[in-house]
């Protein structure tokens, strides 16, 4: 919606029209978007002044509805009424009732679907592919760019149930790690859009397609993180042999593409930075990326979906999408977090591993300050006095970091020890079984 031409320019687009940064004569364009915060209220609100008649509809011909063919016909409907209702409105309110009423609508038919489909592998998968084009349709069709990344965060599980099912319906015998590579497949999708992005901005339906975008890569990242964490894929397997049931060629094939990924994204972030004046020139950027590549590589062997999250963050940062980025972050750590508990390692294999890594990442990022501040030196070797006075500061930053160094030493050092400990005890314990007898008709640990 755009502002009319007379009404007085902002203050900040008038200075930066005047410093040549915007054209002279443009105008600001008021979109109208919520915060995400906003939005989430506003839905809870919108949900909780909608439950009387939601209760009307599960006790009156909600049974009706979900028993006979008659779902698909009022499940039509209420998206038709919904989708017409949110392409009117700008009220942030009444779009959350059409968009609960779009949801009502598309949840009645899926469940009329999936019912009918009594087990059939081919309706299955129709049913999946039909709810992601609902999703896919509904973020084209309707202009509020908040519900747009609502529909793409929706978007990514459905089109990974999707594929899912349909390599199930061709016969795979395990439908786990597919999913994992389906992930990277969505994440390398999703990357390709991004870098010819610039490409396609100038057309309509851009802004839309930008915000469907992002929500995609937000349920991505949230789909890699609870998959990660709590399907059955969680790579215990390390340490035991191969997962039961899947053929080792399926975790070699995991593994074998997921660094690659990791590195292709370091790859793609740097190409972008390089082309950029300002940070080709400074430069010090290459060493902390390729510090932060190696990391997330040697993550990626071990849990494949920290790949598909180290290329979004990747792409993210090369198109200067700094809050998903800050997601990818949450989420690389969620997965890392949920590694340690995952590896069938021994608690002392495990210190010891966290101890090593600490320790490379800690040097590396000492080579890194070392080669920064001969960089600097270099830059100032004419301007003797001035680079002097900066010895005591570098002094003192050497001195923070070496008592830096020491303190995670002992840390690391006294965790380890406790660790020992303990597996001491679980091997070579005297193991006590102490008797136990009811002292009342109904016990705790025995029963009656």
């Known amino acids: 919606m755009r502002e009319p031409s007379t009404q ?32 989430a209220l506003v839905l809870v609100g919108a949900l909780f002044c909608s439950l009387p008649l939601l209760a009307f509809i599960v006790l009156g011909p909600g049974k009706a509805l979900v028993e006979s063919a008659a779902g698909y016909v009022a499940g039509g409907l209420a998206m038709a009424a919904a989708l017409w209702w949110l392409r009117s409105t700008r009220h942030i309110f009444a779009a959350c009732l059409g968009l609960e009423l779009w949801g009502l609508g598309l949840a009645l038919v899926m469940f009329r679907w ?21 999703l896919l349709g509904g973020a084209l069709l309707i202009p509020a760019l908040w519900v747009c990344r609502l529909m793409g965060l929706a978007l990514a599980p ?46 309509p339906l851009a802004p839309r397609c930008a915000a469907l975008a992002d929500g995609l890569a937000v349920g991505l990242l949230v789909f890699a993180a609870w998959f990660g964490s709590f399907s059955e894929l969680s790579l215990r397997w390390i340490g035991q042999g191969s997962n039961p049931g899947m053929p080792a060629a399926w975790h070699a094939l995991a593994r074998g593409l997921g660094v690659p990924l990791v590195l292709a994204g370091g790859w793609a972030l740097a190409r972008r930075w390089s082309a950029q004046p300002v940070a080709a020139g400074a430069g010090h950027w290459r060493g902390p990326l390729a510090l932060a590549c190696a990391a997330l590589a040697l993550a990626a062997w071990f849990s494949p979906e920290v790949a598909a999250v180290a290329l979004v963050a990747a792409l993210a940062a090369a198109t200067a999408r700094w809050r998903l980025l800050a997601a990818c972050g949450v989420a690389a750590l969620w997965l890392l977090s949920s590694l340690y508990y995952s590896l069938a390692w021994p608690l002392a294999a495990k210190g010891l591993g966290l101890a090593l890594l600490g320790t490379a990442l800690v040097l590396g990022l000492l080579v890194l300050r070392r080669r920064g501040e001969g960089a600097v030196d270099g830059a100032c070797g004419t301007m003797a006095p001035a680079a002097g006075a900066f010895a005591p500061a570098v002094g003192n930053g050497r001195r923070g970091a070496a008592w830096l160094v020491l303190g995670g030493v002992i840390a690391l050092a006294l965790a380890n020890a406790d660790v020992w400990r303990k597996e001491t005890v679980i091997a070579q314990g005297q193991r006590i079984l102490v008797p136990l007898a009811p002292r009342d008709p109904r016990s705790l640990m025995q029963g009656d």
């Open 8 to 39: 007085a320019a902002a203050p900040w687009l008038a200075r930066a029209q005047e410093r040549g940064w915007l054209p002279a004569g443009g105008q600001r364009v008021s979109l109208g978007e919520p915060s995400p915060l906003l939005a």
């Open 114 to 134: 999936l019912d009918d489909a009594d087990g059939s592998a081919a309706m299955v998968v129709a049913g999946y592919g039909f709810l992601s084009a609902a």
């Open 158 to 203: 459905a089109l990974i149930a999707t594929l899912v099912e349909g390599l199930k319906a061709e016969g795979l015998p395990d439908g786990r790690l597919p999913t994992v590579l389906l992930l990277m497949a969505l994440a390398v999708a999703w990357a390709w859009w991004c870098w010819r992005e610039a490409r396609w901005l100038g057309r």
